[in-house]
T-cell receptor
Framework: KQEVTQIPAALSVPEGENLVLNCSFT??????LQWFRQDPGKGLTSLLL?????REQTSGRLNASLDKSSGRSTLYIAASQPGDSATYLC???????????FGGGTRLMVKP | NAGVTQTPKFQVLKTGQSMTLQCAQD?????MYWYRQDPGMGLRLIYY???????DKGEVPNGYNVSRLNKREFSLRLESAAPSQTSVYFC????????????FGPGTRLLVL
């Protein structure tokens, strides 16, 4: 059974820092990996989707990488801002196709 | 374009009561999903519908039923609510199966006493 782990569970940084969030998964037979953002009391917003054949995806200040063989993904946030404060979740899509397995999330706080 | 909408936003039930959570999407997506989110457990898939007319169990289907009413709407029913079903429920949709980006609704907070 696929298991997805995110470390750290919480992170607090001063504004302007570059930071890395980590995601690891136990079964490397994935179709893709997605990073989401969740604001308190809200639904999830998709940030980036990386196909299993890709190494990385970029959107603005966000860069996600994928190393399928080692079962790891990282989300890099450049020049963090207070508006980046949220919980970040990664999810993997197994080759069966219809199920996302989520990690527990990293709660990020960016202090002004 | 409202995306994915869910009703109600919040509900309190007594043990044994029944209710239906409603979900609708206006993006012409084929696939729809129901998740629950619990502290320390993350999001877990309850049921999904890969296309209109089909539904399948996810990771935690016990105690729930679903109906894909049409392409737009996917409802989740609790026939006899239990305190263990206290959770936040999210509906999501994607263009075609979980391969694609999933778009989430704002969630329904359910408290079962």
């Amino acid at each position: 059974k696929q298991e997805v782990t995110q470390i750290p569970a919480a992170l607090s940084v001063p504004e302007g820092e570059n930071l890395v969030l980590n995601c690891s998964f136990t079964d490397s037979a994935i179709y893709n990996l997605q990073w989401f953002r969740q604001d308190p009391g809200k639904g999830l917003t998709s940030l980036l989707l990386i196909q299993s054949s890709q190494r990385e995806q970029t959107s603005g200040r966000l860069n996600a990488s994928l190393d399928k063989s080692s079962g790891r993904s990282t989300l890099y946030i450049a020049a963090s801002q207070p508006g980046d404060s949220a919980t970040y979740l990664c999810a993997v899509n197994n080759n069966a196709g219809n199920m996302l397995t989520f990690g527990g999330g990293t709660r990020l706080m960016v202090k002004p | 374009n409202a995306g994915v909408t869910q009703t109600p936003k919040f509900q309190v039930l007594k043990t044994g009561q029944s209710m239906t959570l409603q979900c609708a999407q206006d993006m012409n997506h084929n696939s729809m999903y129901w998740y629950r989110q619990d502290p320390g457990m993350g999001l877990r898939l309850i049921y999904y519908s890969a296309s209109e007319g089909t539904t399948d169990k996810g990771e935690v289907p016990n105690g729930y039923n679903v109906s894909r009413l049409n392409k737009r709407e996917f409802s989740l029913r609790l026939e006899s609510a239990a305190p263990s079903q206290t959770s936040v429920y999210f509906c999501a949709s994607s263009l075609d199966r979980a391969y694609e980006t999933q778009y989430f609704g704002p969630g329904t907070r359910l408290l079962v006493l």
